[in-house]
């Protein structure tokens, strides 16, 4: 099983609709973050948790809200999907300390018409 | 404010000629510096880093990376390219200051190895 995991993968979704994507991790980290790739522009954060009671924004976090039910899992949602939020969407997890890596998810691929 | 940039979106390089791709960043503090690489439907995966020390790091896959801290670089290379590092890489900058928080990227570099 993948250390971060994250639901779906790909979704196709409509205009004004509601969606939430799933982030769990089994390594322990406390640090989780949201990235959108697009292409040209690199990885953006939308958002960045370091505990469950921990929530912040990052430089795109417009349009976006985030939950961190647990330690294990962050959740980023739309609450009304428009089209140029259509995104390549990572997950990601760092151990507290300053000189460790990332480690990310496999992505989801969103698409909204 | 932290910065990352990847002059070079496009980079093409002849199977076993050795390979740059550049990049350069910005910070207050004291950079923690990573590569990743982007294979086709897959997620970021860590290549190197360099935190303090040696300023010639070795990562994986024959990988490695120069600090430079006057010319504020962090350039991964490699000696001998193959067809499949072909690739889309990313370099990445926190500040190495307690508080740090943010983890950023630069806008990526595409990687292709001709046969």
């Known amino acids: 099983d993948a250390d971060v995991t994250q639901t779906p993968r790909n979704r196709i979704t409509k205009t004004g609709k509601r969606i939430m994507l799933e982030c769990s991790q089994t390594?322990?980290?406390?640090?989780m973050y949201w990235y959108r790739q697009d292409p040209g522009l690199g990885l953006r954060l939308i958002y960045y948790?370091?505990?469950?009671?921990?929530?912040n924004k990052g430089e795109i976090s417009d349009g976006y809200s985030v939950s961190r039910q647990a330690q294990a899992k962050f959740s980023l949602s739309l609450e009304s999907a428009i089209p140029n939020q259509t995104a390549l969407y990572f997950c990601?997890?760092?151990?507290?300390?300053?000189?460790?890596?990332?480690?990310f998810g496999q992505g989801t691929r969103l698409t909204v018409v | 404010a932290q910065s990352v940039a990847q002059p070079e979106d496009q980079v093409n390089v002849a199977e076993g000629n050795p390979l740059t791709v550049k990049c350069t960043y910005s910070?207050?503090?004291?950079?923690?510096l990573f590569w990743y690489v982007q294979y086709p439907n897959r997620g970021l995966q860590f290549l190197l880093k360099y935190i303090t020390g040696d300023n010639l790091v070795k990562g994986s896959y024959g990988f490695e990376a120069e600090f430079n801290k006057s010319q504020t670089s962090f350039h991964l290379k490699k000696p001998s390219a193959l067809v499949s590092d072909s690739a889309l890489y990313f370099c990445a900058v926190r500040d190495g200051s307690v508080s740090a928080r943010q983890l950023t990227f630069g806008s990526g570099t595409q990687l292709t190895v001709l046969p």
């Open positions: 910070v207050s503090g004291n950079p923690y």
């Open positions: 948790s370091f505990d469950v009671k921990d929530i």
């Open positions: 390594k322990g980290h406390d640090r």
């Open positions: 990601a997890t760092i151990h507290r300390g300053l000189n460790t890596e990332a480690f």
